[in-house]
């Protein structure tokens, strides 16, 4: 049938208790991205720029002149720690080029042309750096023209990211494919459809 394809953007907070943590009435729903579709890759940066800008702002500080438990005021920080999504949401919100690409793992460096699927001797991959990263992801945005723009993103398989903004953001170690999706949805039903039929 149809499919329609609609995200969220929500924040939980790690210093309530685990149990507490997901509840509804806990969360922060901080962005819908519409549907139908889903957003072009370039577009996903349109709708993380708000929150990124509000994150910049507490990773500095904000003063609340009164709170619940202090009638004098708080000093609040608040930092985004991962960023769990499905695949296409993570290679989208990080980033990264589709599976598809030459340079199709966001751990390493491993290619199409030397490495491929089948590939298994991890002693030879390169890990992939946060510095790595943000060099190629700011060629992709210093870029003067959209070829020049897609020869780096050829050339890597990264482009910009609102995540980068963050300074203390690491993208190879802070974006995460949840396990429903990875496991279940991805590897168990890929298994059991395609490979015992």
């Given amino acids: 049938g149809k499919k329609v394809s609609i995200g969220i953007i929500a924040l939980v907070c790690l210093n309530l208790p685990i149990e507490e943590r997901y509840l509804p009435e806990n969360m922060f729903l901080a962005g819908i991205i519409p549907g139908p579709h889903e957003p072009p890759l370039q577009s996903v940066n349109h709708y993380m720029r708000p929150l990124i800008d509000v994150l910049l702002l507490f990773w500095k500080g904000i003063f609340f002149s009164k709170t619940a438990l202090y009638s004098l005021g708080r000093l609040i920080f608040c930092a985004l720690i991962a960023v769990i999504c499905d695949l296409p949401a993570a290679r989208k919100f990080g980033g990264f080029a589709s599976h598809r690409h030459e340079y199709f793992c966001s751990v390493c460096w491993c290619n199409g042309t030397e490495h ?13 750096t946060n510095e ?14 959209l070829q020049q723009a897609n020869i780096s993103f050829d050339n890597s398989g990264l482009r910009w990211s609102e ?20 496991l279940f949805l991805g590897l168990i039903k890929e298994h059991f459809q395609n490979i015992l039929g």
């Fill in 163 to 182: 995540l980068l903004r963050l300074p203390y953001f690491d993208p190879t170690k802070m974006l995460v494919v949840d396990p429903m999706h990875n």
């Fill in 132 to 145: 790595d990263w943000r060099t190629h992801a700011d060629a992709f945005r210093s870029a003067e023209t």
């Fill in 116 to 128: 491929t699927y089948n590939d298994f001797n991890y002693s030879s991959w390169k890990r992939r």
